[in-house]
């Protein structure tokens, strides 16, 4: 995920528990969860939006390859 080491968090802790009064450490942790929450959310809406466009550009091809597959078949069809 962070790429973070059991050290790095022990000292980021240590960190934390020296320069945050104790009664401040759930509403700490509650603005953390909310914004874990919205940056997950914002970038499942983002993956969602490109899956969409995807889904779009595939249906546009399938339509092309139908339309010159179809003007193919007249075409053989006039030459005759």
């Known amino acids: 995920m962070l790429n973070i080491g059991l050290i790095e968090f022990l000292i980021i802790f240590f960190f934390f528990v020296l ?3 104790p009664e401040d450490i759930p509403i ?3 603005n953390l969860g909310l914004f874990y929450r919205k940056l997950s ?4 809406n983002i993956k ?3 899956d969409e466009i995807n889904n779009e550009i595939s249906e546009v091809n ?6 010159k597959h179809e003007v193919s078949r007249s075409s053989k069809r006039i030459k005759k």
């Not at 959310?41 to 499942?44: K, L, S």
């Not at 399938?62 to 339309?67: D, M, P, R």
């Open 48 to 50: 969602y939006e490109i």
């Open 62 to 67: 399938i339509n092309k390859k139908k339309i």
């Open 41 to 44: 959310r914002y970038f499942y």
């Open 28 to 30: 700490i942790f509650k």
């Open 19 to 21: 320069l945050v009064k």
